[in-house]
């Protein structure tokens, strides 16, 4: 036999023994860590823009749109009709049920 | 079935850790058996340096862009075991004895074999890669070049020495045997 030819042998395979699991492991622990980091990054961002924004105007706005989505639904014969019927379905299937 | 292992590569760039784990199971043997003729058989400082090499292979998977997937690993672990040499540069890896007891190889190969193993631990680090890259795991120069990062020459020049200081370590060691 050659020094080539002994040089040439394979390398003894190594069993895996939970070394790829040990390993697979610590990257799941790894991505883990990276989400936790950018979602922390989302929120400081978010949070840091919305102490920036101009917000005063932008509240008064979305309570005067509430108030009048509130005065809509209060006198919307259309909305009363539905909630009838849906307080109706309500209480006769509670009654069957019961029964 | 699954793909070639550079198809897996590809998947990984997307952060498929499945398409990983299947690229950890088919190369951990090879790289671990490379990193352990480094270490002169020590196990547990291979399967360190083998877990971190697939960690940092994970991180940079998307600078992947040979078409050698294996090799790239080698070229990292070889750059691991650099560092680590350095980090024990007072404590050097070649100065610490041979754990060859505890390597799988002094349990079920020949005599021949483990002579190669404890001729090639007399080697330096250099020469150990550039043999075992060229030889045991058949890479082409070119490759073995580009994964220990020396130009061709260089690599010619440390596998001929190598092979001529095992040659003779053998040789020496079978007249002794002999005799």
């Given at each position: 036999m050659t020094i080539d030819d002994l040089l040439s042998q394979p390398l003894t395979p190594m069993a895996d023994n939970g070394f790829s699991a040990k390993v697979m492991a610590r990257i799941?622990?790894?991505?883990?860590?990276?989400?936790?980091?950018?979602?922390?990054?989302v929120v400081l961002i978010a949070t840091v823009a919305c102490l920036l924004m101009p917000m005063t105007d932008f509240l008064l706005q979305l309570n005067a749109a509430l108030d009048k989505?509130?005065?809509?639904?209060?006198?919307?014969?259309?909305?009363?009709?539905?909630?009838?019927?849906?307080?109706?379905i309500f209480f006769y299937e509670r009654k069957i049920f019961h029964s | 079935m699954f793909g070639s292992p550079n198809s897996f590569a590809k998947k990984g760039v997307r952060g498929d850790t499945a398409a990983f784990a299947m690229l950890v199971r088919e190369h951990q043997s090879r790289l671990r058996g490379f990193l352990l003729r480094?270490?002169?058989?020590?196990?547990?400082?291979?399967?360190?340096?083998?877990?971190?090499?697939?960690?940092?292979?994970?991180?940079?998977?998307?600078?992947?862009?040979?078409?050698n997937f294996f090799g790239w690993l080698c070229a990292i672990a070889?750059?691991?075991?650099?560092?680590?040499?350095?980090?024990?540069?007072?404590?050097?890896?070649?100065?610490?004895?041979?754990?060859?007891?505890?390597?799988?190889?002094?349990?079920?190969?020949?005599?021949i074999r483990h002579d190669l193993e404890s001729a090639m631990a007399e080697l330096v680090?250099?020469?150990?890669?550039?043999?075992?890259?060229?030889?045991?795991?058949?890479?082409?120069?070119?490759?073995?070049?580009?994964?220990?990062?020396?130009?061709?020459?260089?690599?010619?020049?440390?596998?001929?020495?190598?092979?001529?200081?095992?040659?003779?370590?053998?040789?020496?060691w079978r007249k002794v045997a002999q005799s």
């Open positions: 799941y622990r790894l991505e883990q860590r990276r989400l936790l980091a950018n979602s922390l990054l989505l509130v005065v809509a639904i209060g006198s919307s014969p259309q909305i009363a009709f539905a909630a009838l019927i849906l307080g109706a | 480094l270490t002169k058989g020590n196990n547990a400082l291979a399967d360190d340096l083998a877990q971190e090499t697939f960690l940092e292979a994970f991180k940079k998977i998307d600078q992947f862009e040979g078409s070889w750059s691991r075991f650099l560092m680590e040499t350095r980090k024990r540069k007072f404590e050097n890896i070649d100065d610490q004895p041979e754990m060859a007891e505890d390597a799988p190889e002094a349990e079920t190969a020949s005599l680090p250099m020469q150990r890669a550039a043999l075992t890259l060229c030889f045991a795991l058949g890479l082409s120069n070119e490759e073995a070049a580009a994964t220990l990062n020396i130009p061709l020459g260089t690599l010619k020049s440390h596998v001929n020495r190598g092979r001529a200081k095992l040659s003779h370590l053998l040789t020496d």
